[in-house]
């Protein structure tokens, strides 16, 4: 029963139970971020249908172009932006840890009064 109220209350903490989303963003948004420095594969289509129609003589156009392919795009340096956005995804993780822990205890230093 000692074990069941601690789990129970940490369960029932609204405190916690609004801040474990914004951890879990938190730590999605590092894994987006990181995913800055990875190329990125597209698949690029278009088609295009253009008619005309005829003139007095009673010739007129019929056009149909499509075109599918693959873009690929590497990124090669950005003057460190994908770096800092990482960091500060870390960062804010960490902040979000610290308000709520996966355990639902805090990491809070306790000072004894003087």
Known sequence: MTSFLPRK???NNLNINIQQPA???????VELQNAGHYPILDAVG??????????????GSDLQNGQIGL???????QGGLVSARA???????QQAL?????GGRRNSKRVAPT
């Open 71 to 77: 873009q690929l795009q590497i990124p090669i340096y």
């Open 98 to 102: 610290t308000l709520n822990p996966p």
């Open 23 to 29: 951890y879990e963003i938190a730590a999605e948004e």
């Open 87 to 93: 960091r500060r995804a870390v960062a804010l993780r």
């Open 9 to 11: 209350s940490r369960q």
């Open 46 to 59: 278009s088609y295009n249908d253009t008619r005309a129609g005829g003139s007095a003589n009673g010739f």
